[in-house]
């Protein structure tokens, strides 16, 4: 077999390790922008992905050889469903980390909402957490989504926190007191032509070898007992493989991040019509499109149906939002 000539760049990025499965079909967003905004508003928003169509719109970046001209987009449409905020949590940090101090859950909760977990809480919880908001240095919503309002069968919702913005605590605790058991949509959040960051799980792959998996090279066909398998797993002594040689496992399923993605388009299938944005038959492995929904440019990752997570972007944020031309959305 050889020993290697030339020096070669490593394959596969050790920045995804571990490549294990994800815990969950859901998504977590461990870190929120910092928005002070006057006012207050939630710093994100979920939804369902539906499946990718294509987009015609006018490229309006400046500084490409295609400025001014049609451009075809490859795009993704995730169904949003309003989101009802259905309790408010503050935390306090301290040397050990952050941790809840309160929480206050609405009256009217939905009736599928136990199957997920008990969200009662005193009826004086109100009034304890309003005198414990100086003591808390984040607030955050109680969201639940329901996959069943969108003609999925799952009647479980999602229930996750989210980030809001706004100028201070107290501003952010009485924007959520407001709008508390109420519905928000996607159009309240987020507007045409902004970037947002996409949290989703990426498709499952099962078991796949290191060629697969890391972009390892093929040896030559003369190699003696294999071809896909990594050249060698390390010296003779110490006799340890270490942790960044390529080795078989799971690929796929695996939480991943998308940034800056571009809102095209948000819109409802009762304004615009239900075939509007439906191919014949509906969209592969979901179905038709009903409510409301967004279409961004680009791939979002995991498959249809699965839930998805976005945020306010956390890099390179534009000081202006344009919106985009869009000539014709090219439903196949």
Do not use: C
Not at 113 to 125: G, M, V
Not at 253 to 271: D, G
């Amino acid at each position: 077999m050889g020993h290697r000539k030339y020096s070669a760049p490593r394959r596969g990025s050790v920045a995804f390790r571990p490549r294990a499965r994800a815990r969950s079909l859901e998504a977590r967003i461990r870190t929120w922008p910092n928005v002070t905004a006057e006012k207050s508003s939630l710093s994100g928003f979920a939804g369902f992905k539906a499946g990718g169509i294509h987009v015609l719109t006018i490229d309006d970046r400046e500084k490409t050889p295609n400025f001014g001209k049609q451009l075809l987009n490859a795009a993704t449409v995730i169904v949003t469903p309003p989101v009802r905020i259905i309790g408010i949590r503050g935390y306090r940090r301290d040397l050990y980390g952050q941790h809840a101090i309160f929480d206050v859950y609405a009256k009217d909760l939905p009736k599928e909402l136990p199957r997920k977990f008990n969200a009662k809480t005193p009826e004086d919880a109100a009034a304890k957490a309003e005198g414990m908001i100086g003591n808390a240095n984040a607030i955050m919503a109680v969201v639940a989504v329901s996959p069943n309002s969108v003609g999925l069968s799952q009647k479980t919702p999602y229930v996750f926190e989210m980030a809001v913005s706004g100028k201070d605590v107290k501003s952010q605790y009485e924007y959520l007191k407001g709008i508390l058991g109420r519905e928000v949509k996607a159009a309240d959040i987020f507007q045409v032509g902004q970037n947002v960051d996409v949290f989703g799980i990426t498709r499952g792959k099962g078991i796949e070898g290191p060629v697969t998996r890391f972009g390892i090279k093929r040896k030559q066909h003369k190699s003696r007992k294999s071809v896909r398998a990594v050249g060698t797993l390390g010296p003779i002594s110490p006799a340890v493989v270490m942790y960044t040689v390529a080795r078989q496992g799971q690929h796929g399923f695996h939480q991943r991040t998308e940034y800056n993605k571009r809102i095209l388009v948000v819109s409802n299938t009762e304004k615009d019509g239900q075939n509007s944005i439906n191919p014949s038959g509906g969209f592969k492995h979901f179905g038709l499109v009903r409510g409301d929904y967004i279409i961004v440019r680009g791939s979002v990752p995991g498959v249809p149906k699965r839930l998805v997570k976005m945020r306010h972007p956390i890099r390179n944020v534009p000081k202006k939002v344009l919106e985009p031309k869009v000539l014709e959305v090219v439903v196949e």
